[in-house]
């Protein structure tokens, strides 16, 4: 069976420090890979997609980059973080037809 | 641009009653449409789908209805129950690689 994994769970960042979230994909392969944000209150904005190794694309210009140096491994990073980068992120993979997505537990981002 | 659009943000039931959960959204060329269930600090999960070729589709206490001209779809779920309380989000795709997610819906189903 397939599983998804994040980590860290939690973080507490300072402003302008550097960020690197970790997303890793097992019991499939060449899997379409997503980086998701849900701010406080908000629903879920699309951050990146990737449809293979070093294949990334971005959805919403801003200070955070993604990439997948692996079939299964995806990373979400920041040179320097901002208020407003706090928020629950989440990686996701899908399967077809029907783009069916499945989840990992999140990683919930404090940036003070 | 809001493609997909969940209007109501909360919505409360009485247990043992239906619960109608509405989304509505605007390109003509998504193909399926999903809903996805979500509790606090955790990740969604998938609850179910339907293809835009349909109007209908059941799985257990949960249906979705799917109506193309209206743009509308909708999650009926029969009867409720207190572990349904949670946040529902709506999503649509075009088969390719986005999917596009509603703001959701809270759902508290009062015992």
């Known amino acids: 069976s397939q599983t998804i994994h994040q980590w860290p769970a939690t973080l507490v960042q300072p402003v302008g420090s550097p960020l690197s979230l970790e997303c890793t994909v097992e019991?499939?392969?060449?899997?379409?890979l997503y980086w998701y944000r849900q701010a406080a209150g908000r629903g879920l904005q699309l951050l990146f997609y990737?449809?293979?190794?070093?294949?990334i694309s971005s959805e919403v210009p801003q200070n955070l980059s993604a990439s997948r140096p692996q079939d299964r491994q995806f990373i979400l990073s920041s040179k320097k973080l901002l208020l407003s980068d706090s928020g629950f992120y989440l990686c996701?993979?899908?399967?077809?037809?029907?783009?069916?997505?499945?989840f990992g537990p999140g990683t919930r981002l404090t940036v003070l | 641009d809001q493609q997909v659009k969940q209007n109501s943000p909360s919505l409360s039931v009485q247990e043992g009653r239906i619960s109608i959960l509405n989304c509505d959204y605007t390109?003509?060329?998504?193909?399926?449409f999903l809903w996805y269930k979500k509790y606090p600090a955790e990740g969604p999960t998938f609850l179910i789908s339907?293809?835009?070729?349909?109007d209908k589709n059941e799985d257990g206490r949960f249906t979705v209805f799917l109506n193309k001209s209206a743009k509308h779809l909708s999650l009926h779920i029969v009867p409720s129950q207190p572990g349904d309380s949670a946040v529902y989000f709506c999503?649509?795709?075009?088969?390719?690689?986005?999917?596009?997610f509603g703001a959701g819906t809270r759902l508290f189903v009062k015992a």
């Open positions: 996701a993979w899908t399967r077809p037809p029907n783009n069916e997505q499945f």
């Open positions: 019991g499939t392969s060449n899997p379409n």
């Open positions: 990737s449809v293979g190794i070093g294949q």
């Open positions: 390109n003509s060329m998504f193909d399926y």
């Open positions: 339907i293809s835009s070729i349909k």
């Open positions: 999503a649509a795709s075009t088969g390719g690689f986005k999917t596009i």
